[in-house]
């Protein structure tokens, strides 16, 4: 079993940065592709960001492309998003994900572990 704590979120002010960490216990996730997603408020949740098992490939939700960046520290079992010029629409429950594939993944149904969920908060 895999277990997942993400930290970092809060409340921030538009055009702000955050950082947000997930942390892996359990087993090593470095042969595991991860990702980042988000849920708004009465929103379904939806792919953010996504990271193949050795840092090399990445991939971006059309919304935050340019705006947030997404790397792993597979010798912290760490896996972090970037978050810069904050929008209003960023406000989210964002959740750290493990998938068993190794690529790129971006479906919520490829994933297989899943974090608790961090807050985060932007105000216009």
């Known amino acids: 079993q895999v277990q997942l704590v993400e930290s970092g979120g809060g409340l921030v002010q538009a055009g702000g940065s955050l950082r947000l960490s997930c942390a892996a216990s359990?087993?090593?996730?470095?042969?595991?592709?991860m990702g980042w997603f988000r849920q708004p408020p009465g929103k379904e949740r939806q792919f953010v960001a996504g990271?193949?098992?050795?840092?090399?490939?990445?991939g971006f939700a059309d919304s935050v492309k340019g705006r947030f960046d997404i790397s792993r520290d597979n010798a912290k079992n760490t896996v972090y998003l970037q978050m810069n010029n904050l929008k209003p629409e960023d406000t989210a429950v964002y959740y750290c994900a493990a998938s068993f594939y190794t690529g790129l993944v971006a479906r919520t149904s490829e994933y297989h572990y899943w974090g608790q969920g961090t807050q985060v908060t932007v105000s216009s």
């Open positions: 990271i193949n098992w050795s840092g090399g490939s990445t």
């Open positions: 359990g087993r090593t996730v470095s042969a595991y592709a």
